[in-house]
T-cell receptor
Framework: GAGVSQTPSNKVTEKGKYVELRCDPI?????LYWYRQSLGQGPEFLIY????????DSGLPNDRFFAVRPEGSVSTLKIQRTERGDSAVYLC???????????FGSGTRLTVV | KQEVTQIPAALSVPEGENLVLNCSFT??????LQWFRQDPGKGLTSLLL?????REQTSGRLNASLDKSSGRSTLYIAASQPGDSATYLC?????????FGQGTELSVKP
């Protein structure tokens, strides 16, 4: 597609529920990144895929968070047993090569009540 | 560990002023540096990308500079307009991923 697409744009869930957030990168971009942004803060790195594999998942806060990219294109960020502290905007970015920079999607605003 | 700091955290200026936003980083071994704009409730829009071998990039009224040796980048906005009001984020590629500063919230008053 022309840009990075993230769905849903907004998600409200109850504490303890499971959620999935989807990212559809720019066609042909092999690198895909997930970030989390809390109010008034810069985005924080969660996980980075190169192709189908997670090249760096050092930013995932705990084992409730998991992400997949089974065919090297669309990625899904999965959060189990959601907590109120998980409320944030989750951003996805893709890149063809590092020296071409990164393109971000509009994000998914997750609210855990 | 790489730390990115943006000063000031917030800035309010009258329309027409030239202004400078600052970004500093602790590890100079960066691959490149990118400035983004973020409007309230929106995603990130890329403004300028500077490779580690470059000193500056320009786009319209925007000019970004990079000094790796001192660990600094600046974003210069000429003749500011109310439409420039947004949060400006600097991010650098380090260790294979983007590391962001906390942003500068800019308000340009008509």
């Amino acid at each position: 597609g022309a840009g990075v697409s993230q769905t849903p744009s907004n998600k409200v869930t109850e504490k303890g529920k499971y959620v999935e957030l989807r990212c559809d990168p720019i066609s042909g971009h092999t690198a895909l990144y997930w970030y989390r942004q809390s109010l008034g803060q810069g985005p924080e790195f969660l996980i980075y895929f190169q192709g189908t594999g997670a090249a760096d998942d050092s930013g995932l806060p705990n084992d409730r968070f998991f992400a997949v990219r089974p065919e090297g294109s669309v990625s899904t960020l999965k959060i189990q047993r959601t907590e109120r502290g998980d409320s944030a905007v989750y951003l996805c970015a893709s890149s063809l090569r590092q020296d071409y920079g990164y393109t971000f999607g509009s994000g998914t605003r997750l609210t855990v009540v | 560990k790489q730390e990115v700091t943006q000063i000031p955290a917030a800035l309010s200026v009258p329309e027409g002023e030239n202004l400078v936003l600052n970004c500093s980083f602790t590890d100079s071994a960066i691959y490149n540096l990118q400035w983004f704009r973020q409007d309230p409730g929106k995603g990130l829009t890329s403004l300028l990308l500077i490779q580690s071998s470059q000193r500056e990039q320009t786009s319209g009224r925007l000019n970004a500079s990079l000094d790796k040796s001192s660990g600094r980048s600046t974003l210069y906005i000429a003749a500011s307009q109310p439409g420039d009001s947004a949060t400006y984020l600097c991010a650098l590629t380090w260790g294979g991923k983007l590391i962001f500063g906390q942003g500068t919230e800019l308000s340009v008053k008509p």
